[in-house]
């Protein structure tokens, strides 16, 4: 069989290569297009994917029906992926022994957790506790005026003290916490049971924690009590951040009888 010459087969290969491709691209882009206009409506699901193509660090602001009011996002960072998480991918959309009366939203970021959370249970008291200032202002500005949503600017750790948070790039929720260095004025840190002391919780029925890296302190720490006041935690591990976060966080919940499941990027753990 004449295969012709190598050129002509290279060129042949790299025509279909480029054809494969544009394919694949174009069955993202309808894959994209149906998810985002299904799940939030024609408007809202096409200015979606528009704004996912403007530039860094504009503010805009979206009314979607999952969420318990108007959201106020940033562009070029992190909060439209976290939008999907929440809202396309039902990234908290799981079982739950029963309605929530008390939520912890630990790693809030600018709230969209929270106003879904809010959407789902209204009558849920939720404390939304983030550490970064400039996410905690749209969290703050987002949740304004919302009953029974209460807001921390701290972050969660193993003892009390204050921080610093270095940002990893320019992804607005991309920092992890480290010791405060000289001269800055840092974050507040606090610990579960101080914080349960602080808005006076004898229980919560769901603990949500996204701390990029910082749950393996938190789980190994000395005093684990205040695990025995919560009934369900959902927590999103990073181990690819922090090596360890998974070992510690299993062998905290370990001290008491739970049922497990693993919901997208979420570990969740019931007291049986």
């Given at each position: 069989?004449?295969l012709g010459n190598g050129r002509e087969n290279s060129q042949g290969a790299l025509s279909l290569a480029a054809s494969t491709f544009a394919a694949m691209a174009l069955g ?95 009558d849920a008291r939720i404390i939304a506790v983030e550490p970064d200032p400039e996410s905690f202002a749209l969290l703050e500005r987002n949740t304004r005026g919302i009953p ?67 749950e393996k302190e938190v789980f190994e720490a000395a005093d684990l009590s205040w695990m025995d006041r919560i009934r369900t935690i959902a927590v999103e591990l990073h181990d ?33």
């Amino acid at each position: 069989m004449w295969l012709g010459n190598g050129r002509e087969n290279s060129q042949g290969a790299l025509s279909l290569a480029a054809s494969t491709f544009a394919a694949m691209a174009l069955g993202k882009a309808i894959r994209h297009l149906f998810e985002h206009v299904s799940r939030l409506g024609l408007t809202s699901g096409l200015r979606v994917l528009w704004l996912k193509k403007r530039s860094a660090g504009q503010l805009a602001r979206l009314h979607l029906k999952q969420l318990a009011g108007p959201v106020t996002v940033r562009t070029g960072g992190s909060d439209l992926a976290i939008l999907d998480e929440v809202v396309i991918d039902h990234g908290y959309d799981f079982p739950l022994p029963e309605s929530p009366r008390i939520i912890l939203d630990i790693g809030a970021n600018i709230g969209l957790a929270t106003l879904w959370f809010k959407r789902r249970y209204p009558d849920a008291r939720i404390i939304a506790v983030e550490p970064d200032p400039e996410s905690f202002a749209l969290l703050e500005r987002n949740t304004r005026g919302i009953p029974g949503i209460e807001r921390l600017n701290a972050a969660l750790t193993a003892v009390d003290g204050v921080i610093g948070l270095e940002r990893g790039g320019l992804n607005p929720s991309a920092f992890h916490v480290r010791a405060l260095m000289p001269g800055e004025e840092g974050v507040e840190a606090i610990s579960m049971p101080s914080l349960l002391a602080r808005y006076a919780l004898h229980a919560v029925d769901l603990l949500k924690l996204d701390i990029e890296g910082a749950e393996k302190e938190v789980f190994e720490a000395a005093d684990l009590s205040w695990m025995d006041r919560i009934r369900t935690i959902a927590v999103e591990l990073h181990d690819r951040m922090k090596p360890g976060c998974g070992h510690a966080f299993f062998g905290a919940v370990t001290r008491e009888k739970r049922h497990y499941e693993v919901h997208e990027y979420l570990v969740i753990a019931t007291k049986a």
